[in-house]
Nanobody, 119 residues
Framework: QVQLVESGGGLARPGGSLRLSCAAS????????MSWALQAPGKGLEWVSG????????YYADSVKGRFTISRDNAKNTLYLQMNSLKPEDTALYYC????????????WGQGTQVTVSS
């Protein structure tokens, strides 16, 4: 069964950095694109970034472009999101998702990791 376990969230100051990780299991990780999405309180999932199965193609929401970097280590079945130059509006619950944007509706999702950006 697909399992996605996010970690690495926490409290960061504006302008600071966090590195999120997503440990994947239950499927051939290296054959699937992956995405990061966020959820603010009372809101639906918002796509943040995506990466192709081999890591060669990456995509970003305009709000994070130039600040966040998505990457993956297929040998470790792990997805990453390096978050730099953090802003208070980045505060949200972050999920990794198996697949591209359509997977945001269908899942599966991880349990999420909370990112809070505050001074």
């Amino acid at each position: 069964q697909v399992q996605l376990v996010e970690s690495g969230g926490g409290l960061a100051r504006p302008g600071g950095s966090l590195r999120l990780s997503c440990a994947a299991s239950g499927f051939f990780f290296g054959s699937w694109p992956m995405s990061w999405a966020l959820q603010a309180p009372g809101k639906g999932l918002e796509w943040v970034s995506g990466i192709s199965s081999d890591g060669s193609d990456t995509y970003y929401a305009d709000s994070v472009k130039g600040r966040f970097t998505i990457s993956r280590d297929n040998a470790k079945n792990t997805l990453y999101l390096q978050m730099n130059s953090l802003k208070p509006e980045d505060t949200a619950l972050y999920y990794c998702v198996k697949g591209w944007k359509p997977a945001l509706a269908s899942g599966p999702w991880g349990q999420g990791t909370q990112v809070t950006v505050s001074s």
